[in-house]
């Protein structure tokens, strides 16, 4: 099949089915006698393993790394499950990040008038660690 069958049976558009074979995550896709990408339904398995995974946020690094576990008759689940738990770990910090992120802004938007007027709350809150009068004193000294 054609690279467009191939996307919209993985879910993945053909941009990125040609990326991954440009950084060799996806290997060996057989070509037809004009040149053209020729896949078959294990590439296409290949490929909607890529992008489920991918959209549970394992990085191109960490895809790479579950293909090999994938295609190993010899590994050992307690290593897919390491790494699954480190991905819980990150998620959950970025998730903590996140919320501070979302506190921080809805108190700088709580804090602000958001009148007509120049002064702005948001920006004084924004340059409080380094204010102009103290940067210039730093470069006098």
């Known amino acids: ?17 040609r990326y991954y074979e440009k950084i060799d995550l996806l290997i060996n896709v057989k070509r037809s006698a004009n040149g053209y990408r020729d896949y078959d339904a294990k590439d296409v398995a290949l490929l909607s393993f890529l992008q489920h995974a991918r959209t549970t946020g394992f990085s191109l690094d960490e895809c790479r790394h579950l293909l090999d576990l994938y295609g190993d008759d010899k590994r050992q689940s307690v290593h897919v499950k390491q790494m699954v738990e480190n991905k819980l770990v990150d998620i959950e910090k970025q998730i903590a990040s996140l919320q501070s992120m979302k506190s921080t802004l809805r108190n700088l938007a709580d804090g602000c008038r958001g009148d007509e007027t120049p002064h702005c709350h948001i920006l004084d809150v924004l340059a409080e660690p380094y204010s102009i009068s103290s940067i210039q004193k730093e470069k006098t000294q």
């Open 1 to 17: 099949m054609n690279i467009s069958q191939a996307a919209k049976l993985s879910g993945l558009p053909s941009e990125t089915i």
